[in-house]
């Protein structure tokens, strides 16, 4: 019996000891299965995670914003072109191009098209209106197609560049920004960007050049260098920080935030200031210190750019300026902006997974093809680069000028001098057959957006421009002799030519007798002061009469003025007695 008691004792402590052994292999077997599938969970995030170092989403953005820019530009082409160079414009083109056939030995030939690159010389001028709203809505066509759809090819960008500078270089002084030929540096790279045909958002044997990355980061450096470097040399308030007491105020072109900004303390303004000089003149340098200082420096300017189109109007530069610096900015920091489970996230994440995994394409002719171009795009940017960096660092630095008509690479800069007073030249009309008499009754135009209505807010349409506008204050701190169309205006006032007052928010003789004189008045103009009684009063602006611009004029009196110009003259209006 007790021999079957210790057997019977023994199976069981053997029992146990089996379970026993059963449950720790079943626990270590749990264990190694919550590994695996913890080692497969990261493995999946890793595969699910864009790398650093390429630049596929990188250049859908740099498209997509290049066609914003173009479809405002070639926007504001179309609805402005006729008025100010179109067959009745205030700057007809086709003189202008007849002035440079002329120039060139009377031949439309290659030196004309050097002289002025424009497709304008291969077409028809019986219409020279239709011609320039072809050009302007084939560009909001493509610009429009490529902002959508986030898809281009070389055909489509160089067709845009050459579009726009059609309309640049015949544009005249209504072209003479400095943010036309950026537009037209900018919109260069982007083809470089671009397959040369096939139009796909993530076109596998075409990856994204770096060397056509660094040249928009080439640029943002130079842009900022050249608006930095031309301050520290230029008005003294830059050196002494106090600009910005006067910047809001008189800027070309005020927006509503420029009022309030303008009032903001003293030492802010000198903070401002003060940032303006380090965004502009050391965190450039910051470009070439590594992907993370690249990415501050590409944040910080695009902060600063946005900062500038809050205060102020001045048209596409600031939502231009931001585009190089996007290119700071690799897929793994783009990513944020495309949809987790989107066609181009998806694809990319695909193609830096097969890199990864060593399976990268064979490179085919095409693709060596494509390596010979883009080492081309280095050697010429680098090249047309010399007498831009020799100009930066020049004591006579030049802002927002070419080398080349292609203008390729240009020298950037703004607002070197800063204007202490903003003075506005003001059209006024009469309906009194002599301006001399006391009675007389003048009465005020209204221009779309430049200050003029004390009572009327400041408008708001960056990224869109008013040309006439922009130019109105150029003139008001010159005389009507520096800037003669402005007398050229009078006399299409005196006619009630439409092209000229669809260029106008009010016309004060509208549906009346056109005005039997029109001189120019002179103003000084100020921000009213927040809660005082004039802002009470609904005024805006306070402004005090300088003088006269430019005497009264009548349209028989301005007979010998336009012959000499050779501008047509406007004909006397039918209701006119």
């Known amino acids: ?55 596929w989403l990188t250049r859908i953005v740099l498209l997509r914003s290049v066609a914003f820019i173009y479809l405002v530009a070639f926007s ?47 077409l028809d001028w019986s219409d020279m209106d239709a011609n320039l709203d072809g050009i302007a809505l084939a560009g909001m066509a493509l610009s429009a197609f490529v902002l959508v759809t986030g898809m281009a090819n070389m055909v489509i960008m160089g067709a845009l560049w050459v579009l726009y500078h059609s309309l640049v270089n015949v544009g005249q002084l209504w072209y003479s920004f400095g943010w036309e030929s950026q537009l037209l540096e900018t919109g260069f790279l982007a083809i470089f960007l671009c397959p040369l045909w096939t139009l796909s958002q993530v076109p596998r044997n075409c990856p994204p050049s770096l060397i056509c990355i660094w040249t928009f980061r080439w640029l943002i450096v130079r842009i900022m260098l050249g608006a930095g470097l031309i301050k520290i040399r230029g008005d003294k308030c830059w050196r002494d920080l106090t600009c910005m007491d006067y910047h809001y105020e008189t800027q070309p072109v005020p927006n509503p935030m420029s009022y309030y900004m303008h009032r903001s303390p003293w030492w802010f303004h000198r903070f401002e200031t003060l940032s303006n000089h380090l965004i502009e003149l050391i965190f450039p340098f910051f470009t070439f210190l590594g992907r993370r200082m690249c990415m501050v420096n590409g944040a910080v300017q695009i902060l600063f750019q946005v900062v500038l189109i809050v205060s102020g109007n001045l048209s596409f530069l600031n939502w231009l300026t931001i585009i190089p610096s996007l290119a700071c900015f690799d897929d793994a920091s783009l990513g944020f902006l495309f949809q987790s489970r989107g066609g181009a996230k998806k694809a990319v994440l695909e193609i830096q997974n097969e890199g990864a995994a060593g399976r990268t394409p064979t490179p085919t002719k095409g693709m060596l093809m494509r390596r010979v171009v883009n080492i081309s795009l280095a050697v010429l940017i680098g090249y047309l680069s010399i007498p831009v960096v020799m100009n930066l660092l020049s004591s006579r630095q030049m802002m927002n000028t070419s080398f080349e008509p292609l203008r390729i690479v240009n020298t950037y800069g703004a607002f070197g001098s800063i204007t202490k007073e903003r003075t506005e030249v003001i059209f006024q009309g009469t309906l009194s057959q002599d301006p001399k008499d006391p009675e007389a009754v003048w009465e005020e135009y209204q221009f779309l957006c430049k200050p003029g209505d004390v009572y009327r807010r400041p408008c708001l349409i960056s990224p869109y421009h008013y040309r006439l506008d922009w130019l109105m204050w150029f003139a008001a701190f010159q005389t009507y002799e520096q800037s003669e169309w402005v007398i050229h205006i009078a006399g299409r006032l005196l006619s009630n030519d439409s092209a000229v007052l669809s260029l106008l928010d009010r016309n004060p003789f509208q549906g009346r007798e056109t005005p039997r004189w029109v001189r120019g008045e002179h103003f000084k103009y100020k921000f009213s002061q927040p809660g005082s009684s004039s802002a009470v009063q609904g005024k805006w602006w306070l402004r005090k009469r300088i003088g006269a611009y430019f005497p009264p004029v009548d349209l028989e009196g301005l007979r010998g003025y336009f012959q000499s110009r050779n501008w047509p003259h406007p004909h006397i209006p039918r209701n006119r007695n």
């Not at 160079?85 to 009377?106: A, D, F, Q, T, W």
Request: with cysteine; proline share 2%.
């Open 1 to 55: 019996m007790a021999a079957t008691s210790d057997s019977s004792g023994s199976s069981v402590r053997k029992r146990r000891v089996d379970s026993s052994k059963t449950e720790t292999k079943c626990a270590d077997g749990s264990e190694e299965n919550e590994a695996d599938s913890g080692k497969d969970t990261e493995k999946e995030k890793e595969l699910q995670r864009l790398h650093t170092g390429t630049y």
């Open 76 to 122: 504001v082409a179309y609805n402005q072109n006729k008025q100010l160079i179109g067959e009745h414009g205030l700057m007809p083109c086709k003189n202008y191009l007849n002035s440079v056939k002329r120039y060139v030995g009377g031949k439309i030939g290659m030196a004309a098209f050097a002289y002025t690159p424009s497709i304008l010389w291969l």
